[in-house]
């Protein structure tokens, strides 16, 4: 059983990868990777059986990814009684580290969807698919696991492994999903003039920033005022954001910020006080394509966000970059 953990804990931080794309939740996600070691210990204890398995890696993907899918059908029902808009958990990481090795398919060739879609933008609209077109375009494409292992974790055929796959990429590329492409150095200099217009209170400076089409959503999980459907177009999202953040706006001089990394894409953590003196801690994710921002997605659900490292005084707004 120690060699077996050992070789489990190798693969835990890939499972965790695996299992986060597939159910957008950094707790459900936990729970599948300790359910795959559970299984795996009541399968694999004994070292006969264990020898037979001549791929551990496929084995426990395979078996984290039947425990996700599950998770899957059975979160449709919760999130349809979700209150208000719904994001996943962000993981929130120090900028100054960098991306860290996340698990992911070493050859950009077989992982296309994450060159165009990363971080918030791509978990959110994976809530669009159904649990099976999410496993197989989360599997394949994202972490290069190829169309006969997915067939089986899905109980189906190769080929209709293969146009689960692709419907779900023409979802993923649907003219209304917001654009993520810009790498982290574009991201900064985009967030840069963006915190500086907020800051200018001028909406004109601010509307330079955006792109006409840009969507904001904001979950609060109902603890906090949010806006029950997406905010759209920079005008509209332009004005919310100068009267929450802008010098006259609801948290003005109220607010402590960090830039840091948001599930591996350039965002912010802040921590403000509501008007009924409820501390409010928000972590907000950024989309941005061809120099402007395609989206903003602003999680301030407390359930969602209890395992941030608090800021500190030196934490200030505008941010520090």
């Known amino acids: 059983m120690r060699d077996l953990a050992t070789e489990f804990e190798a693969e835990r931080g890939r499972l965790l990868a695996v299992a986060h794309r597939m159910l957008g939740s950094r707790a459900e996600a936990e729970d599948a990777v300790q359910e795959t070691w559970l299984r795996c210990a009541g ?50 990481s120090p900028l100054a580290g960098g991306p860290a090795s996340d698990g992911y398919a070493p050859d950009p060739a077989d992982r296309a969807v994450r060159t165009d879609q990363v971080g918030a933008a791509l978990l959110v609209v994976l809530e669009r698919l159904a649990p099976e077109q999410r496993v197989a375009l989360v599997l394949h494409d ?42 982290l150095a574009e991201q900064r200099r985009v967030l840069e003039a963006f915190v500086a217009a907020t800051e200018s209170g001028e909406l004109d400076q601010l509307l330079r920033v955006l792109a006409p089409d840009v969507v904001f959503v904001g979950d609060s999980g109902g603890h906090f005022p949010a806006a029950r459907r997406p905010v759209l177009g920079a005008d509209a999202v332009g004005r919310l954001t100068l009267g929450l953040f802008g010098r006259t706006g609801r948290y003005a001089h109220r607010v402590r910020s960090r830039p840091v990394l948001v599930d591996g894409v350039l965002g912010l953590q802040m921590e403000t006080t509501h008007s009924d003196g409820r501390p409010i801690r928000l972590v907000t994710a950024f989309a941005v394509h061809a120099g402007r921002i395609t989206a903003i997605y602003n999680q301030l659900n407390p359930e969602k966000l209890a395992a941030l490292v608090p800021l500190g005084d030196d934490d200030t707004w505008p941010p520090r970059w």
């Open 43 to 92: 399968a694999l204890a004994d070292p006969t059986t264990r020898a037979e398995i001549r791929e551990l890696s496929a084995w426990l993907t395979t078996t984290c990814a039947r425990i996700c899918l599950d998770v899957l059908r059975s979160a449709r029902v919760r999130r349809e009684a979700y209150p208000g808009q719904w994001l996943p958990e962000p993981v929130v």
């Open 142 to 183: 994202v972490f290069a696991v190829p169309f006969a292992r997915v067939a089986d974790v899905l109980g189906t055929t190769e080929v209709a492994a293969r146009q689960l796959a692709s419907r779900a990429r023409r979802a993923v590329a649907a003219p209304d999903v917001p654009r993520h492409t810009a790498d």
